[in-house]
């Protein structure tokens, strides 16, 4: 049973690039939620898709946007990089109104801005 | 807004002695899930502990209870015969019960020695 799979495990940027990263949820769900978890800090909600639309959104700017495909993975991508972007980003999956079975977290994506 | 509070930053424990590690939180909701997620060094957020804000009775896991106190608004997380493999960080962590999935709010989180 695959779990919850991101890529790339790391990544270097320079202020100003653009970035991509990818979430392949666990086998049999269909929601995705990506947080932001800056080091020594707990995880901070960016958003979350279903149905491949966004559904619930944090408080994070206009430049991290998302997507999410047909076979439910999906996509964050964040414009503009600014040296405060440096953080890891970790997707978790679940299934829609099955709120008393938790999230399933991947490994994570180390971003860094340069 | 929900928020929620782990006001120690870092504890550390002898192998085989119990520890306990502190969360407050704030909401308005009356029906809502609360967790402890483990996260060691290799990133991975692990689900350690869930209890529904609807049952009276704390949660077990094996070595790990909780202390949930509804009126205070207070989530304690009890290891039992602590061992060097619960060396991580821990998460507190609230989430509303709705119909469909919601977000998880997280607490600054606690970093767990276990000293041999």
């Known amino acids: 049973d695959a779990g919850v799979t991101q890529s790339p495990t790391h990544l270097i940027k320079t202020r100003g690039q653009q970035v991509t990263l990818r979430c392949s949820p666990k086998?049999?769900?269909?929601?995705v939620s990506w947080y932001q978890q800056a080091l020594g800090q707990g995880p901070q909600f960016i958003f979350q898709y279903y149905e491949e639309e966004e559904r619930q959104r944090g408080n994070f700017p206009d430049r991290f946007s998302g997507h999410q495909f047909p076979n439910y993975s999906s996509e964050l991508n964040v414009n503009a990089l600014l040296l405060g972007d440096s953080a890891l980003y970790l997707c978790a999956s679940s299934l829609v109104g099955r709120t008393n079975q938790p999230q399933h977290f991947g490994d994570g994506t180390r971003l860094s801005i340069l | 807004a929900q928020t929620v509070t782990q006001s120690q930053p870092e504890m550390s424990v002898q192998e085989a002695e119990t520890v306990t590690l502190s969360c407050t939180y704030d909401?308005?909701?009356?029906?809502?899930?609360l967790f402890w997620y483990k996260q060691p060094p290799s990133r991975q957020m692990i689900l350690v502990i869930r209890q529904e804000a609807y049952k009276q009775q704390n949660a077990t896991e094996n070595r790990f209870s909780v202390n949930f106190q509804k009126a205070a608004k207070s989530f304690s997380l009890k290891i039992s015969d602590s061992q060097l493999g619960d060396t991580a960080m821990y998460f507190c962590?609230?989430?509303?019960?709705?119909?469909?999935?919601?977000?998880?709010?997280f607490g600054k989180g606690i970093t767990l020695s276990v000293r041999p």
């Open positions: 962590a609230f989430m509303k019960q709705t119909g469909a999935n919601s977000k998880l709010t």
């Open positions: 086998s049999g769900h269909d929601t």
């Open positions: 909401t308005s909701e009356n029906n809502y899930y």
